[in-house]
């Protein structure tokens, strides 16, 4: 399987998140303010539902607040270079197959979802923004109900004993 053990620890995950918060926190912000973060739960499965108007800097901000290793749920086109794929794999980004790219490719989504359901029993944390994109004007868009999908299948296989939390951030 191509995405065995990714939401275990990784130490190329670790390091590119100090790289990444070097240039992240110190150059390109300067200054990051994070409220409530001794709200967010240890050592339970948690899914980060973030807005994203940001492009890159959305799932950036969200590796940088915390000392966490979330895998990130990404539109299935990154992925197509096979280079680019492995990579992304790296850092603990998974695809997610939208109608646009076909109704075969979405049934690949069954994979992704049983993978989030491991992801989550093992209490550990899924990141996405289930907006689906993001654009140059800046509202809420309508989410998506992949949110509620991960958390319900989640929940069901884990005969509601789970204790899933959501963060929207």
Not at 58 to 63: E, G, M, R, S, Y
Not at 66 to 77: C, E, G, K, M, T
Not at 157 to 167: D, R, T, W
Request: glycine letters at 2%.
């Amino acid at each position: 399987m191509l995405f065995k053990n990714i939401q275990q620890y990784s130490l190329f995950y670790k390091i590119a998140s100090y790289y990444i918060n070097f240039w992240h926190n110190k150059i390109f912000y300067k200054t990051l303010c994070v409220t409530g973060k001794n709200n967010i739960p240890e050592n339970e499965p948690l899914i980060i539902v973030a807005n994203h108007q940001n492009g890159l800097m959305d799932p950036l901000a969200i590796i940088c607040t915390h000392n966490w290793q979330p895998v990130f749920l990404a539109r299935s086109d990154i992925f197509r270079n096979p280079l680019i794929a492995k990579l992304l794999i790296r850092i603990k980004m998974l695809p997610v197959y939208r109608l646009r790219d076909g109704k075969e490719a979405v049934k690949k989504n069954e994979e992704i979802f049983k993978i989030n359901v491991e992801i989550l029993k093992q209490k550990k944390i899924l990141a996405l923004m289930p907006e689906a994109s993001h654009e140059g004007v800046r509202r809420l868009r309508t989410i998506q109900k992949g949110v509620s999908r991960i958390a319900f299948q989640a929940e069901e296989e884990a005969n509601y004993n789970l204790n899933l939390k959501i963060l929207i951030a």
